[in-house]
């Protein structure tokens, strides 16, 4: 990944329109500028497109600008032969809005490759792309300000997942994953076939009686046929019957309903006329009263239009009065109203007076409490000073322990990286004396592996004869049961021959005279006896191929269990195999240890150790006395300043009640006029002046409507006492209009009820000769019932053996698919359990004790080698770095681990013991040398490097000799950019991009090119 432009929009310090920032001006760039003036901010805004990730791992709210609503980061950079954008942006709302789009450059336009709704989809194309993710970059090829010591801080789990992640070790456990679900899918899959070859074992067992069977199935079926045959010409006879039978009973039953309607007609005519003669009745007296309902009827009508017009101005009388009730209300509120107003302003008023009276009570004492004050501010000044004396002499003192305990450790340390070498040395000689008797049994293994192989192959061959002779029995069986049929159909011609006088020749169909008889006779014995002699010409084949079958199968069962430990073979070939190799490749690792061991022993003789540290302690002590810090004099001033520290609090309320005092008096008069004007109110009734003009109005309408509730009630009185008129006059009207039409139905009636008595007469009559002939038929039931039984018990005993001999013809049919699977699934069970062999031995082979292990440990030496070549220049090869891969456990034993062992002049000793300068020339070394293998090694195709970190620790020689180095490594990147505010750093590199920031405008920078 090379860059080529960033652009910033409210990123930070970064405000609107900054020009985007082109890498392309240049290889090796310093980035400089004021502190907090946005240089670190440029990379930020890198890791912050690339990842959505800056320093202290800020949210993206942070980030953004104070007072903008929105930022954006654009980046573009080199991949490959392809130029990419990737565009991040946050948008402040109550919640942030985020987005990220992954462009590419096509014909100079860019179209997005982002896919999927979130931004996690394009967030992981990134990763895939750079092959790497935020991590990874900042323990390697971007060194962060105050974190150039993450990969040496870290723990050694935490140290082989980075240089795990550095050397691409990921995919090793994507294909660890992938190889060990796919052996798990192929144990899966042997399991099933081996249950369902059980399976297939328990059905074929079967087989021979379901053949058996079936032939006992058809001849009974043959039977059952012609006994059906015969009931079924009964049964039709029967049927004719009891059709004739059926449909007497069906005209009865229609007789009878017709009884039954014409009877109830006629009780229903009869009802008619008798409530025609009670309704006539009922109409006379109606229209006797006819004068008195018309004259009751009119008087009810008078007194419905009086009580509509009373009950109008009832509603508009309880309108009023509901009106004058709630303007009384309101009058009575706003009256309530000012009362309260008036004991607030009154409450406000005395509240005014109180506080006035409180400041005054301090305002005494101001000349006291600022000549306690100025005390106060004195001795504050005075601590202050002290406070940071004290932390000087503090920081002076625990840097003489640090060095006077690492001065103690450095021998030891030494030695114990001495033990770790011999104990490495030592596993390494013994893993090699393993090397000649681990040739000799691998040897072995694969002599026993070929042995076993012929042995498999045999007993596939056997497989495949044991299929052919499967398939020659079958074809065996299916002529014998041809022919069985083919016997069984010749006997049949020859009974009927010998049965019958008349019958016809079965051979040509010709009429069969005595001589003709006896031949056909002859002819078809003559037959019988062939056919019985194929049959057992194919029982002693079929027996033949029986037991040939069977000696297949004994030897094929006594080949698959001595083939039962091939697989394991397999597996301790290859585990051995792998196990040479490893001892064959450590066999070059003994000498370097060895050299490294006598290195050490050189060392530990001559006793020279850390005169720098010591020339520092002597430094530190000089400074500790020249400081003259006294304890004693910085707590007793310290107690002074806690005894007029309260002062700093009554000073403040001083000041205060100065300010306040002011408003106070004007709030008080304010209250003085408001309680006055409240006053004046209650006293001269001057509220609710509309309310009061409305109320009266209200009394004046109501006086005006002159409604009477009492003359109201009695007229409403008499109108419900008339309200039964009114259904009175309705009937009289009905009666007048049915006085003409009642005679006419009343005859009407009389002539109906008249026909319907001779229609009951001439049912009784027909329904009396149908019952006559019902008598003759009545039997027929009984017999049709009995002859349908004995049918349907004959059909069910056919279906039934119907269906059996289905089912059994489906069994026979399945029993032979199921053989020819069985086969098959064998075949498909050894190809399974072979590959799910091969995938086991992937997962291991992928595993962290694997691939992935061996890379590492090829990985590690080329680290230290590169940062030992970086420390070589930077230190004057006085320092050294070295990773220790076991560690010895105190009950024995090692466990491999990931140190880094530190070591100078003096001896290896704890990272902490050395100064700030040289634990930073330490960690650049390092995280130069992981940036390099991150650039060669992992397939990440990342060849840029940023420094973002202060070099203020190094002295004048190591700044040159840092100068150097970041100049000689900047051959092996194509873009490095590095952030410092130091002069001489600045005027090593010719291109300097300069970071300023305004107050109004944000950050700016500007690109300058020296010669």
């Known amino acids: 990944m090379i860059p080529l432009s960033l652009s910033l929009r409210n990123f930070l310090s970064y405000g609107e329109e900054v020009p985007p920032l082109d890498f392309s001006q240049f290889h090796v760039a310093c980035l400089t500028g004021g502190n907090g003036h946005g240089k670190s901010a440029l990379l930020d805004g890198i890791t912050y497109a690339l990842w959505g990730q800056a320093r202290k791992s800020r949210s993206d709210e942070e980030l953004c600008r ?40 096509s014909d100079g336009v860019f179209r997005t490759l982002s896919e999927g709704e979130g931004i996690n989809p394009t967030q992981r194309r990134i990763n895939e792309l ?65 249950t369902r070859l059980g399976e297939l074992d328990t059905e074929l067992a079967k087989r021979e009686g379901y053949e058996s069977e079936l032939r006992a199935v058809d001849d009974h079926l043959a039977l059952l046929g012609r ?54 009745r009922q109409d006379g007296e109606i229209l006797a009263a006819a004068e008195s309902i018309e004259r009751e009827f009119a008087t009810y009508n008078q007194l419905h239009t009086q009580v509509g017009l009373l009950e109008q101005k009832a509603q508009e009388h309880g309108a009023l009065e509901t009106h004058r009730r709630q303007l009384a209300e309101r009058i009575a509120q706003v009256r309530q109203e000012v009362e309260r107003q008036q004991e607030r302003w009154a409450a406000t008023l005395d509240e005014r007076q109180r506080q006035l009276d409180e400041h005054q009570a301090l305002l005494i004492r101001e000349q006291t409490i600022a000549i306690r004050y100025a005390q106060f501010k004195t001795i504050s000044e005075q601590v202050q000073a002290l406070e940071q004396a004290r932390i000087r002499y503090e920081d002076l003192l625990s840097k003489c322990r640090r060095l006077e305990h690492g001065l103690s450790l450095a021998e030891e340390h030494r030695k114990n990286q001495r033990q770790v070498l011999a104990k490495q040395l030592a596993q390494l000689e013994r893993a090699r004396a393993e090397a000649e008797p681990l040739a000799a049994h691998i040897h072995q293994l694969q002599t026993q592996r070929t042995q076993l192989q012929i042995k498999a192959e045999e007993r596939d061959r056997l497989a495949d004869e044991g299929r052919d002779l499967k398939v020659q029995i079958g074809e065996r069986e299916q002529q014998r049961r041809a ?136 430094k530190l002590a000089g400074e500790i006395k020249l400081l003259g810090y006294s304890s004693s004099e910085h707590e007793t001033l310290r107690q002074k300043l806690s005894e007029l520290h309260p002062v700093e609090a009554e000073y403040a309320r001083l000041q205060d009640a100065k300010s306040q005092a002011d408003r106070l008096k004007s709030e008080q008069a304010e209250a003085q006029a408001q309680l006055d004007r409240a006053d004046r109110q209650l006293a001269e009734a001057h509220y609710a002046q509309e309310e009061r003009e409305q109320l009266g109005q209200a009394e004046q309408q109501l006086v005006a409507l002159g409604y009477d509730g009492t003359e109201h009630q009695r007229l409403r009185l ?66 049709l019932g009995e002859n349908q039984a004995q049918l349907e018990k004959l059909r069910v005993e056919r279906d039934q053996h119907l269906q059996r001999r289905g089912n059994l013809e489906a069994l ?84 491999e681990t990931l140190d880094v062992k530190i070591a100078d002049e003096v001896g290896e000793r704890s990272y902490h013991l050395y100064s700030g300068g040289e634990a ?10 992981l940036s390099k293998v991150l650039a060669m090694r992992s397939g990440t195709r990342l060849h840029t490097l940023f420094i973002d970190e202060g070099f203020g620790t190094q002295d ?56």
Not at 80 to 96: D, L, N, P, Q
Not at 845 to 854: P, R
Not at 920 to 929: G, K, M, S
């Open 920 to 929: 930073f020339r330490t960690n650049f070394a390092l995280r130069i040398a």
């Open 956 to 1011: 004048e020689q190591g700044l040159e000799q840092l100068i150097e180095a970041i100049q000689k490594i900047g051959e092996d990147f194509k873009k490095v950019l590095i952030v410092t505010h130091l002069d001489q750093l600045k005027a090593a590199f010719p291109v300097q991009i300069e970071v300023t920031k305004h107050p109004d405008l944000g950050s700016r920078f500007s690109v300058t090119q020296h010669a």
């Open 718 to 783: 008499q109108h419900d006492d008339l309200r039964d008129s009114a259904r009175q006059f309705e009937r009289l009207q009905h009666a007048r209009q049915r006085r003409a039409s009642s005679g006419e139905s009343r005859m009407r009636y009389e002539a109906e009820a008249s026909t319907l008595v001779g229609q009951l007469h001439t049912i009784k009559e027909e329904k009396k000769a149908l019952h006559e002939r019902t008598d003759e038929l009545e039997d027929v039931d009984r017999q």
């Open 66 to 105: 104070i007072g903008a609503r929105e930022m954006r980061v654009d980046f573009d950079f080199a991949l490959g032969e392809k130029h990419f954008r990737v565009i991040r942006s946050w948008r402040r709302t109550k919640r942030g809005v985020p987005a990220l789009d992954l462009q590419v450059a």
């Open 483 to 618: 022919e069985e049929e083919e016997l069984a159909t010749e006997r049949q011609q020859t009974l009927a021959l010998a049965d019958s006088d008349d019958a016809n020749c079965p051979l040509c169909g010709s009429a069969l005279d005595a001589e003709h008889r006896q031949q056909v006779a002859a002819e078809l014995a003559q037959r019988e006896e062939r056919r019985q002699e194929r049959i057992a010409t194919l029982d002693c084949e079929l027996a033949a191929l029986g037991d040939q079958l069977q000696k297949m199968r004994t030897r094929y069962k006594v080949l698959d269990e001595e083939i039962v430990p091939l697989q394991q073979v397999h597996q301790d070939l290859a585990t051995g195999e792998a196990r040479l190799a490893q001892i064959r490749e450590s066999a070059s690792e003994i000498q370097s240890l060895a050299e490294q061991l006598a290195t050490l022993d050189r060392e530990l003789s001559d006793q020279s150790y850390a005169p720098q540290e010591r020339e520092r302690l002597h």
């Open 130 to 194: 750079l092959s790497m993710d935020y991590d990874t970059f900042v323990n390697s090829a971007f060194i962060v300000q105050g974190r150039a010591d993450e990969f040496t801080q870290k723990n050694a789990r935490q140290r082989k997942e980075v240089l795990g992640r550095i050397l691409g070790l990921g995919r090793y456990d994507q294909l660890q994953g992938m190889a060990r679900a796919r052996y798990q899918e192929h144990q899966r899959q042997s399991e099933t076939l081996q």
């Open 227 to 280: 006994e059906i045959s015969s009931r079924e010409k009964v049964q039709a006879k029967l049927e004719a019957q009891r059709l004739e039978l059926v449909q007497i009973r069906q005209r009865v039953a229609e007789l009878a309903r017709e009884q039954r309607r014409t009877a109830d007609r006629e009780q229903q005519v009869a009802a008619e006329l008798e409530n025609l003669r009670e309704q006539q």
């Open 812 to 895: 026979c049919a399945r029993c032979a698919e199921l053989a020819q699977e069985q086969d098959q699934l064998r075949e498909k069970l050894q190809g399974i359990q072979r590959q799910a062999w091969i995938y086991q031995q992937l997962d291991k082979a992928f595993g962290k004790d694997g691939i992935q292990a061996l890379i590492i440990e090829n990985a590690v030496p080329q680290i230290a080698e590169e940062a030992n070549a970086i420390l070589a220049r930077l230190t004057d090869n006085r320092i050294q770095v070295a990773f220790e891969s076991l560690r010895d456990l105190k009950k024995g034993g090692t466990r």
